[in-house]
């Protein structure tokens, strides 16, 4: 049993869970990436279900279906969005019910959405930082686990403010995940309570 990862990028977040130990037992991207590098570097499988493939029509449903096929044979209790660039439909909810985590490089609920960085830096915002929070349909909605501030440096670029975030993303996030699946293997199946606060 372990943790099922989705990413799409450059897949630090995924490299910082494999370091922590944490039991991924596959990896899914939506498209190429050097996340699937990270996790054949660390021989873990990893498979590719190409957003790409479906066509302009963009079948969500059918496309989460896939990415549900690529999970199932591998003993997932827990999904953990690790930059994933595809919103996925019902059916993950529905198969995964309160077990899909996401990071998000802001403080939520403040700047939800893909430019959730350059958002607090239009914004002039001073303080940002990272969420850590349980997946819901409604994008970067669903309930805060774990969250920390990052300070906004004069003559920040989103670039800089991003890396920043995305370093205590790596710690965060992981922690986090572990505290989950603790919880997780604690409950048992079904009498799953959330417990939030790590830091
Ligand atoms: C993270 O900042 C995450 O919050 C956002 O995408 C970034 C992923 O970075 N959704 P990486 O691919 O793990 O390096």
Request: glycine residues 10%.
């Amino acid at each position: 049993m372990g943790i099922g990862v989705l990413a799409s990028g450059s897949g630090t977040n995924l490299a910082a869970i494999l370091e922590a130990g944490l039991p991924v037992t596959t990896v899914v991207a939506d498209r190429r990436c050097r996340a699937l590098e990270v996790a054949a570097a660390a021989g873990v499988r990893a498979d590719l279900v190409e957003r790409r493939s479906f066509g302009l029509g963009f079948d969500r449903v059918a496309f989460t279906e896939q990415v549900l096929e690529a999970l199932a044979p591998h003993q997932v209790e827990l999904v953990a969005m690790a930059g994933f660039g595809t919103v996925l439909a019902q059916p993950i909810h529905d198969a995964y019910p309160q077990r899909i985590l996401n990071t998000h490089p802001a403080l939520l609920p403040a700047f939800p959405g893909w430019h959730a960085v350059e958002d607090a830096l239009a914004a002039g915002a001073q303080i940002t930082g990272c969420t850590v929070h349980l997946a819901t349909l409604e994008v970067d909605a669903g309930p805060v686990l774990a969250q920390q501030e990052v300070v906004i440096l004069e003559g920040d670029s989103p670039e800089s403010l991003h890396e920043r975030i995305k370093a205590v993303e790596r710690r965060l996030y992981p922690r986090t995940i572990a505290a989950v699946l603790a919880q997780l293997r604690e409950a048992g199946q079904g009498s799953l309570a959330i417990r939030a606060g790590v830091r």
